[in-house]
């Protein structure tokens, strides 16, 4: 059975399944999907306020921390103790496949990118920027703060894509066409956070940010682990940030 096929199968897989949007480990009430998104809109604005509030490392590391528990802690409230189908354990292969589509992301964002930037339409990443003037143990912290961040941002894109399968899939919509809408609506959001980051440049936010992100989402599908898209994603960045560095300390 090809990859398409499992991903979108009018059938759920026998081991492993997305949870929560057929009553399997069970549905989620109304009150706790809206718990749920709501946290995850809570948790990205503390992310981006609290650092101007409260300066420094204190700022950013409490922060990325609400920005992680935030979502979860709903969760577990909405789902109480079946919230853990929504992590279940990685497998090896799972992370496999989290490297595999990490490479693919970032070709599939190169070629986008060159695009827009052949368009006039790019900007840098100032996030990229802010660690290329940090050496030493402050970029090592920056580097582990940012992977937990990171995996803040899929536990709000993935958990909006559940909540999108869910509300369709319980209005009679087909798993396969609701898993597709879903992945292109959370896909969409995901991209439209980053629009301030990039000065608001619609193109290269929608195309470039939502092409690496529906990549990104893949994994997930897969597997049916957030750890997967979570390796997908910080392996990514990791080797963007790698290629950045290396160009800016080439001599010439």
């Not at 528990?69 to 992370?95: T, Y």
């Amino acid at each position: 059975m090809g990859m398409g096929i499992q991903i979108f199968s009018a059938a759920p897989q026998a081991r492993r399944d997305l949870p929560f949007y057929n009553g399997r480990p069970r549905r989620l009430s109304a009150a706790g999907w809206w718990a749920v998104l709501l946290a995850c809109a809570a948790g990205f604005l503390v992310l981006t306020i609290a650092p101007t509030v409260i300066t420094g490392w204190p700022g950013r590391v409490t922060a990325v921390a609400i920005f992680v528990l935030a979502p979860v802690v709903a969760l577990r409230w909405a789902a109480g103790a079946d919230w853990r189908a929504f992590l279940p354990a990685p497998r090896p292969s799972d992370l496999a496949i989290g490297l595999i589509f990490a490479l693919v992301s970032i070709a599939a964002s190169l070629l986008v990118a060159y695009g827009v930037f052949l368009l006039g339409e790019s900007r840098g990443n100032p996030v990229i920027n802010g660690m290329l003037a940090t050496t030493g143990w402050p970029l090592a912290g920056f580097a582990a703060l940012s992977a937990l961040q990171l995996l803040g941002e899929e536990l709000i894109t993935l958990l909006p894509l559940l909540a999108v399968l869910a509300w369709l899939h319980g209005r009679g919509v087909s798993r396969p066409r609701a898993i597709l809408a879903a992945w292109l609506v959370s896909s969409a959001l995901f991209a439209a956070l980053h629009l301030p980051t990039y000065d608001w440049r619609i193109l290269q936010v929608f195309s470039v940010i939502g092409v690496a992100r529906l990549v990104l989402t893949l994994p997930y599908l897969i597997t049916k682990t957030p750890w997967a898209s979570a390796v997908a994603h910080i392996i990514n960045d990791g080797l963007e940030l790698g290629l950045a560095l290396a160009f800016a300390s080439a001599p010439g």
